[in-house]
């Protein structure tokens, strides 16, 4: 029993032995058996990340390829833009220098007209030129040169150029520019100025000018008939700042609905010819930006058929110094003077009348031949009758004439549109013939002239008038001038020689350079752009090849950004551009005697 239970026992620990070590091998097999799953899981995972990769390094290649590819694109459009901006500087000289050099001629004969025997109202005619012309020059400077270049840019339009300025002059010098633009039936040119607006303000009078010329134009280009009105009203007034409100208003063919919207962003005409009169050009988009230096803003309002109202608003600053003496000795002499005032236009004759009750005077108005006949037999007498030269039916010069007849003693004064009178103006009918639109200082002093005894009749005197003869006996210098223009040679001898000068003309570089070789000059006004060897070639050479060297300015119709700089850099000492201003040209005159005399 006992071996039994020995040899049970004995296979019983065999056979627990046996399965443990089968035990162990399945464990051990199970491992292997995982083991080589999660190996075959990882290699499998491994190659489609390494699959992956490699398509996303080929993805990146690409990118990178393509970025490549739009950085050389940009470069090339980048070169390309600065190219073209550089084509338009050099447009933009050329255009203001072809503009210049003619309008010197202008200005220079203008000036020089002046001294001749002039009346008064063809002394305001050569005012007009002026004006019209150094309005040019400030639309040359400010707006071809800058602003448009800027516009193409897409950069700011630069800095202000705050200055007081009388607000009605400038309004009446715009008005003035289209004075004969719609012809003899063509729209009338209307202004007022509210009460409150002060007339003396600070600042940028030539951005505000060119806002009111661009606009004026369209409403010219687009109104046959009507009238053209601009009005300036005060809006708001916070410590130094006034809020000016300027509406210019026309009875044009106005502006259709679906083009108001975009207006101010570009060209709004169509290629089409036969909507080429609703194009209102660059003119529109410049104003926006300009407006929008100010710190305003424009709008617009129109009814096709029945014209429109442009609107815009700017701040400025009320003027510290009197630009003009408002006020004269004479001025009660026109307290309760009669004036009958002839003009079949309603605000023509609402805002003449409204100015002439302002000068203390009693204005009765009258729309027609037949109510001033009524009105010359009813009323009082009058001391005066002005009287429009466009009216229906009888003309204001026919009806100047009966009055003649039957009342010999009254002044008659007419209102004309400057360049339309078809026939001259008989001897002895007027006492005074305004051009239109009327400039309210040339009215007041003509009124003056007729009742206050001590007023002689204003006259638009020019600096010129009044230049010293002995200036180049305090100033003494030898002066030669180069210069190609035949008609700017003129000019120079003429302004010089009033000065007591007498300067010597070339008319090239290179003859400026044989001159000062042989003779001995104080100061060369060095124009820049001449045929042959040119003003900056030739200043190089003087200062490369004498021993005697000359005080060399520019005087060059160059006058964009940069040009001063170049022609400083070639070695000149000065520069005046054209067209020359009298103060400027006195002052450098100064300003070099004193160095090269000292």
Known sequence: MKRLYLLLLTVGAVYLIMLTRSLWWLLAGALGFMTFLLYRIYASRLYTSQIRATALEQKVEELHDQLDTLIRKDQRLSKAAEQATEIKKRLLAALSHEIRTPMNGVMGMASLLVETKLDSQQREYVSGIRNCGEQLIAVVNHILVDDILNISKGEDNGQLVIEDFDLRSCIEEVLDMFAGAGGKKGPELLYQISEGVPVQIAGDSSRLRQILINLVENAVKFTSQGEIFIGIRLIGKEDDQLELEFEVRDTGIGIPANKIAKIFEGLSGTASPDEDKENTGLGLVICRRLVEMMKGWIEVQSQP???????????????????????????????????????????????????????????????????????????????????????????????????????????????????????????????????????????????????????????????????????????????????????????????????????????????????????????????????????????????????????????????????RDNCMQAGMDDYISKPIEMEELLAQLEKWSAVINR
């Open 305 to 563: 058929g029945k014209g429109c109202t442009f609107t815009f608003c700017v701040r400025m600053s009320p003027g510290r110094k009197p630009l003009r003496n408002s006020l004269h000795p004479g001025m009660m002499a026109l307290q309760d003077k009669r004036i009958l005032v002839v003009d079949d236009n309603a605000l023509s004759l609402s805002l003449l009348t409204t100015q002439l009750q302002q000068w203390g005077t009693i204005p009765v108005a009258a729309t027609s031949g037949l109510q001033v006949t009524n009105l010359l037999l009813a009323e009082a007498p009058f001391d005066l009758v002005i009287i429009n030269e466009d009216m229906p039916g009888a003309d204001g010069i026919q009806l100047a004439r009966s009055i003649r007849q039957q009342y010999p003693a009254i002044p008659l004064m007419l209102l004309s549109r400057t360049g339309n009178q078809e026939q001259p103006v008989e001897e002895g009918i007027f006492s005074y013939v305004l051009a239109k639109p009327v400039r309210q200082h040339i009215m007041r002093d003509q009124l003056l002239h007729l009742f206050y005894s001590g007023t002689e009749r204003r006259s638009a005197k020019s600096s010129m008038e009044n230049l010293p003869a002995d200036f180049s006996a305090t100033h003494p210098l030898r002066l030669l001038i180069a210069e190609d223009n035949p008609i700017n040679q003129k000019i120079a001898l003429k302004l010089l020689s009033k000065l007591g000068y007498e300067p010597r003309i070339v008319s090239d570089g290179k003859e400026a350079l044989d001159e000062l070789s042989q003779q001995r000059y104080d100061l060369v006004f060095m124009d820049v752009q001449m045929p042959g060897m040119d003003g900056l070639e030739a200043t190089k050479m003087i200062r490369l090849c004498l021993d005697i060297q000359p005080v060399i300015i520019a005087m060059t119709a160059n006058a964009m950004q940069g040009d």
